[in-house]
Every structure is written in structure tokens, then in C-alpha cells.
């Protein structure tokens, strides 16, 4: 269990996750090759250790995450999942459990209060692949490669399309789900899964360079923001409205709001509120 993001060493290891913070951009890195940093239930749960942590860290103004290796991320731990199926339940519990793990972590990755940014080289597979969509941008290496193969092992991948089918259109969505073919880095440009397409091998810069950008901006009407953009997507038309009306009013209220509306008419730079510990 992290105690403070902050206090760790650049590159520390908790369990098969690296992490490290530099300049309100904290760095998550799965770094388990060998599985093709496989989202086990080793792996779920120091994400969602670390999320914890950074989630009530002011310091941290957004988030990236690269995994290590050919892949970003390959899915369920299909090897953990075969295993479990000799206990007496048939699998039945560690399914549940997995599972249930990884949409809480999909739910916690959109709460977060920062934003989380994906930097995906190679393959981003069926869970992966919910991952990348879960997350609020993501910039691909031109060489990365996307899909949902469940069908393909007669498992539908029921959970990675509600992240997905919330990322990109039903139509794009379905077509990924129904056939499992794979989709490169244009493709998920044109499909909306990522922001952007870099050279092979600078994704992580790409991502790194994006998030530094997002942290230069007030941090009061970032965490506002991401907070309501999911909250009104969720919402009919009128609530949504009403939400971000809302909103709105309060932002405005905040000393961030008074300060850069003043900067900008002054025209100068703003000086952000510093964030409260």
C-alpha cells in the first residue's frame, strides 16, 4: 500500500506497477513484460492502490499510464483465469473477483479527479483495450494495435464494451466487439479511441508532454471539470444543462476563475490558487 505518492523514490515498485511524480504529472508504468502486463489481480490491485493515493494528492494534476514491454496491455490474465477453473466453484469465485475488480477500476480511472492519460505502444487487447478507452485521452505510437477478441475464445467481451461503447460509435464499437479484428493507431484515431498518433516508440513522450501541458492549467477548474464533463455525458440533455449550468456558477465563484479572467483581461499570465494539502 502507497502512503503518500509523493514520498516515493523515482521508479519504485509496488508489486507490478512503477510509479514516480514530477511536476504535478504522475507516471504509472506496468511493468510485468512477461504477461504482457496482464490486468491480474496482482496488477488490479496496485493500480488501484496507487489511484487511491493520487486521488487525494493536490500535488498530482494528472496522470499517465504506459505499460512496459510489446504490449500495453493484453486483458485478463488468461493463465490466472484457466488455473482457477480446477477449485471445486469451477472458477467461479476468482472470475467474479476478477471481474468485479476491473470494473471498479474502470470506474475508479473515471472518477479520479485528475485527469488519466494512456500512452499505448503495441497491443491494447480486450481488457487492455477497456483500459485505453476508459482513460480520458490517449496517445498511441503509429505501430499500436487495438481489439476486443473475445469472440474468437467464445467470451464476449461484455465489460470492455461499455468503455468502449462509450468512447467511440455504437457502430465502431459493435463492429470491434463482433468480429475481434484487430484495428491499428489510425484507425483508433478515426474511431475516437485516441487523441493522437505519434512515431513508434514516443508515445510516453507524447503522453508526458500532453499531461505537463494540462498541469499548467488551474488545478480548481480541472478536477471541476473532469467532474462534471463525466457527470453530464451520463445525463439527459436537460440535466446535462442543468448540471453544467450549475457548474459553471460555481467555477465562477472560485478565486482560480476571478484570477484568470483577470489575467486575461490584464493580459498576463495567472497566478493559480496553490493547491490545498
Known amino acids: 500500500m502507497i502512503k503518500s505518492l509523493n514520498q516515493l523514490p523515482q521508479g519504485a515498485e509496488i508489486e507490478s506497477l512503477s510509479t514516480s511524480v514530477l511536476g504535478g504529472v504522475a507516471h ?22 496507487a489511484l487511491s493515493n493520487i486521488s487525494s494528492d493536490p500535488a498530482v494534476l494528472c496522470v499517465v499510464l504506459s505499460g512496459e514491454g510489446p504490449a500495453f496491455c493484453a486483458g485478463h490474465d488468461l493463465r490466472e483465469i484457466t488455473a482457477a477453473r480446477s477449485a471445486p466453484d469451477g472458477g467461479e469465485a476468482l472470475f467474479e473477483a476478477t471481474i468485479g475488480r476491473c470494473s471498479a477500476l474502470m470506474q475508479q480511472i473515471a472518477a479520479l479527479p485528475q485527469p488519466v492519460i494512456a500512452a499505448v505502444e503495441g497491443v491494447a487487447t480486450a481488457a487492455g483495450c477497456q483500459l485505453v478507452a476508459t482513460c480520458d485521452l490517449a496517445v498511441a505510437g503509429e505501430a499500436a494495435r487495438f481489439c476486443t477478441p473475445g469472440v474468437d475464445i467464445g467470451l464476449f467481451c461484455s465489460t470492455p464494451g461499455v468503455a468502449l461503447g462509450r468512447a467511440v460509435a455504437p457502430k465502431h464499437a459493435m463492429e470491434m466487439l463482433l468480429t475481434g479484428d484487430m484495428i491499428g493507431a489510425q484507425d483508433a484515431l478515426r474511431f475516437g479511441l485516441v487523441n493522437r498518433v505519434v512515431p513508434k516508440g514516443e508515445a510516453l513522450t507524447g503522453a508526458l508532454t500532453l499531461a505537463t501541458r494540462i498541469a499548467a492549467k488551474s488545478p480548481t477548474a480541472l478536477r471541476i471539470g473532469k467532474a462534471a464533463f463525466r457527470r453530464q455525458m451520463a445525463s439527459p440533455l436537460p440535466e446535462a444543462y442543468d448540471l453544467a449550468s450549475r457548474t459553471m456558477v460555481s467555477n465562477l465563484l472560485e478565486p482560480d476563475a476571478r484570477e484568470g479572467i483577470g489575467a486575461f483581461l490584464d493580459k498576463r499570465a495567472p497566478a493559480w490558487q496553490e493547491p490545498a494539502a
Open 28 to 49: 504509472l508504468a506496468m511493468t510485468s513484460p512477461g504477461n504482457r502486463n496482464a490486468l491480474s489481480i496482482k496488477m488490479m490491485g496496485a493500480l488501484a492502490d
